[in-house]
């Protein structure tokens, strides 16, 4: 499979290890950022176009920690489903004693704008568009738009620098929604790893400049000559939460 991180759990598998490479990753070789528009649309578009050809499934764990509450740790199941043109992403957490199982499909269509369906204590999956968007996977700090990166959809896409991140080479892209847009967040700056083209580290912003949500690939191991993704996670400091997703192998679907 070849998809990038920047997909997050679609990408899984495709990061080269964190650590500081010789060669094209090293820091000299950069080139200035000339037009930052241009350049930016350029890197959003080009994440946007990798359509992951194969299917896989991932099962994991979802666990959640908030300061002075007891951790919460779900099991999950996510579902690749690739295609030439589209491709879908299911995340399924079945129903325990304390809550309601629940599910979210995003759907992927090239050349055009997410497709989210969620379900929570039900079968029926609904459309879900607009603030709802902003709604934590299972109250986890994983909003249901950042599960689709719908960031990279928005119209403001810059450039802002290069340099270097977790020891990698890095390009560092700024993206802003549309005026009046309902997105969640007022900006979102993301760190692309340049030679893996996935997203390393974001950090999303609300109107007043502040942080509120952090995401980062942490863990990663090598199976079969490739490297997989095992964790990642995203932080939430105004609510002083943590959510981690983790893996623990992959399989056809």
Not at 18 to 46: D, H, T
Request: with cysteine; aromatic share 6%; net charge positive.
């Amino acid at each position: 499979m070849r998809a990038p991180v920047a997909m997050l759990l679609a990408g899984l598998g495709l990061l080269p290890p964190l650590q500081a490479q010789s060669g094209k990753n090293e820091p000299s070789s950069f080139a200035p950022v000339l037009n930052p528009a241009a350049e930016g649309r350029a890197i959003a578009q080009r994440l946007l176009r990798a359509v992951p050809a194969e299917s896989v499934e991932f099962r994991g764990q979802l666990q959640i920690r908030r300061r002075g509450e007891p951790l919460q740790i779900l099991p999950l199941v996510s579902r690749l489903v690739g295609g030439a043109t589209n491709w879908q992403m299911t995340y399924q957490i079945p129903a325990t004693a304390a809550q309601p199982g629940e599910r979210l499909v995003v759907q992927h269509v090239l050349g055009d704008r997410n497709v989210y369906l969620h379900a929570r204590g039900s079968n029926t999956l609904a459309v879900v568009t607009g603030d709802a968007l902003a709604a934590g996977l299972a109250g986890s700090d994983f909003a249901l738009l950042d599960l689709g990166l719908e960031f990279l959809h928005w119209p403001h896409q810059h450039l802002l620098k290069r340099e270097t991140r977790k020891g990698r080479a890095c390009q560092v892209l700024e993206s802003r929604p549309a005026a009046g847009a309902a997105a969640g967040y007022a900006r979102v700056v993301s760190w692309i790893d340049a030679e893996a083209d996935g997203v390393l580290v974001a950090e999303a912003y609300d109107a007043a400049g502040k942080l509120v949500k952090e995401f980062e690939v942490d863990k990663l191991t090598k199976v079969d000559g490739r490297w997989q993704l095992k964790r990642m996670e995203m932080r939430s400091p105004p609510r002083r939460s943590l959510t981690l997703i983790e893996f623990d192998h992959e399989s056809p679907p």
